[in-house]
């Protein structure tokens, strides 16, 4: 395993013994007093052959795992004790491995799929012996585990203070139906070497996001006359974009619109566009706050994300609308689209159409599987020249098994065959201890749709502010490094003004925290300015990002300036200055 240290932490470096593939069942014991242990040969053909996990390079699936039979209730089956003092504080772990389900599934209630949970307990060695109240237990990751099928566990966890009671602490593998058997292969705990993959991203970014340039001044037999001069090439914006959410309060405060207008390309309205908002009451439509926030970001020139048409998640549809029959539903959801995509037709470049559908089926449920993307049509045939987006939570975290990329593509995939414009694909980016490699496995599969990717929620919840400031660089990092995402958008970033309180980049008087100035300097890193002289041959190269330019030319007759863009491409850009 390749692993590297930092203060007293080795990286990539698996906590616990693998016992399969050494002993039998050395280190592993049984949960619950009828669980039997034993180790397994997986037949070849069934072994997975792609894994996220790259503890080392050459890591493949053992095929060699244990099973757990004789669970008598949810709470049993399998555990190893981690040796003590190898959990620190602060530090980002994964859980990696394979769960599968063996015999008993077909018989259990909802037969077909079953929640599986990997659990770190902290304060106990895990035992039957140990008394409940005396453990912390910390959630190490849960997949929704198949009969006959491999599935990978993407599971992160952090701690906040070390684990103090007995110094002890254990991985537990539980959570399926009673009489269900459990299969476990290549369980691994182990802590994230962020540095190491922030090297890998700054690599791969130079490829996804820059290109040689090559501004010519003159041909080569006027290049005398431009030779030597002096050049200065200036970024002016980027192709990628950033953005926040605002509402009516923070457009008041001189310090939130301050950071918003230096550091943020587009907006979007947290709550001003839900149809909640907009019609709270039936038939009284109000729409001054979103055309209070509409007049604020055309005078900074900000283009704004239309979020949310609707919001397919129960809970979030107000009380009228609940009450309405089936008849007077569908006419409700036609008001909704024709008062409010004739009102603002042409204004908003993308629409989240039907908020949160992995996690919600409201409008399914009471109008049939064909209502989402009658949305999605309608609101095209309304305002064409939106992209319309499907928006969901957890989907790039790993570890909610209502949302994952796969069941997002078949989402997808489902509305496409029925006609629906799908324009892009919205991960919301609600993120806690996050990890590169589960964020970029999401995005390489989402990818697979030739979709273009935004992040359009990002907070990451940390009160530790040096901690909160490395999870937005492993987000950022991922989501630049990535070329099928083309944006941005975070959920708010001033203290006091968001939905998850520890997650801001501006503190409430102002001033800008580390986290806020870790965003700053990773937007300055991937802004290209450069001098120089003009070559012999009457040239200036450069490598710039994506965007857009200003040069200015200092010859002996004054000074020039002109502008230029810089897009994707494979091959050098090579431009005509025509001085």
């Not at 919205?426 to 990717?453: F, M, R, S, W, Y």
Request: hydrophobic share 40%.
């Amino acid at each position: 395993m390749a692993c590297s240290c930092a203060h007293g932490v080795v990286f990539d470096a698996n906590l616990l013994r693998n016992s399969a593939l050494e002993d039998g069942l050395a280190g592993w014991a049984p949960l619950g007093a009828c669980t039997k242990l034993s180790a397994h040969d997986e037949e070849p053909a069934n072994v997975p052959t792609e894994t996220i996990n790259d503890v080392a390079d050459d890591y493949k699936p053992s095929g060699r795992y244990i099973l757990a039979t004789g669970r008598a209730c949810e709470e049993d089956g399998l555990c190893q004790v981690i040796p003590g003092g190898a959990l620190m504080p602060r530090i980002t772990y994964r859980v990696a491995g394979w769960i599968s389900l063996g015999d008993g599934m077909a018989k259990a209630e909802g037969a077909g799929d079953a929640v599986v949970r990997i659990n770190i307990r902290l304060g106990g060695d895990g035992g039957e012996g140990v008394e409940e109240e005396k453990c912390l237990v910390v959630e190490g990751g849960v997949v929704c585990a198949e009969a006959g099928k491999w599935t990978e566990i993407k599971g992160v966890f952090r701690l906040k203070a070390s684990p103090v009671l007995s110094g002890a602490a254990a991985v537990h593998v539980q959570g399926a139906p009673a009489g269900v058997d459990v299969k476990v292969m290549d369980l691994q705990v182990f802590a994230v070497d962020r540095k190491a993959r922030f090297k890998k991203l700054k690599k791969k970014t130079d490829k996804v996001r820059r290109r040689d340039v090559v501004l010519k001044f003159a041909d080569a037999g006027a290049s005398s006359a431009v030779s030597g001069a002096s050049i200065r090439v200036m970024q002016m914006d980027q192709s990628f974009a950033f953005g926040a959410c605002i509402n009516p309060a923070v457009i008041q405060d001189p310090n939130f619109v301050d950071f918003f207008t230096k550091h943020f390309d587009w907006a979007v309205f947290e709550n001003e566009l839900k149809w909640y908002h907009t019609e709270a009451v039936q038939g009284q439509l109000n729409y001054a706050d979103t055309d209070a926030l509409l007049d604020f970001c055309d005078r900074y020139g900000k283009p704004v994300r239309g979020h949310c048409i609707f919001w397919a998640v129960d809970n979030m549809v107000q009380k009228w609308v609940k009450a309405l029959d089936n008849d007077q539903l569908t006419a409700a959801v036609q008001g909704r689209l024709t008062s409010l995509l004739t009102r603002y037709t042409g204004r908003f470049p993308h629409y989240d159409v039907n908020n949160e559908m992995l996690h919600g089926s409201f409008f399914q449920d009471k109008l049939g599987e064909d209502v989402n993307a009658f949305m999605f049509k309608e609101t095209a045939r309304i305002d064409p020249g939106a992209a319309l987006f499907v928006n969901d939570y957890n989907v790039e975290g790993g570890n909610d098994p209502n949302a994952t990329p796969e069941k997002y593509i078949a989402q997808i995939n489902a509305l496409q065959e029925k006609g629906a414009p799908v324009g892009g694909i919205g991960l919301q980016g609600h993120v806690t201890n996050p990890v590169g490699e589960i964020i970029c496995d999401a995005l390489d599969k989402l990818a697979t749709t030739d979709l273009p990717i935004w992040l359009t929620e990002l907070d990451a919840c940390e009160t530790d502010l040096d901690l909160r400031a490395d999870d937005y660089e492993v987000v950022l990092r991922e989501a630049y490094a990535h070329p099928a995402v083309e944006g941005v958008v975070f959920w708010g970033f001033m203290q006091g003004h968001m939905w998850r309180q520890d997650a801001c980049l501006v503190n409430s008087d102002g001033t800008v925290n580390c986290a806020g100035e870790r965003f700053i300097n990773l937007r300055r890193e991937w802004t290209s300015h450069a001098r120089g002289k003009i070559d012999s041959d009457g040239n200036f190269k450069f490598r710039g990002y994506h965007g857009s330019y200003i040069v200015q030319l200092a010859t002996a007759t004054g000074k020039m300036h002109k502008t230029f863009s810089v897009e994707k491409g494979d091959t050098p850009l090579v431009l005509d200055m025509d001085v």
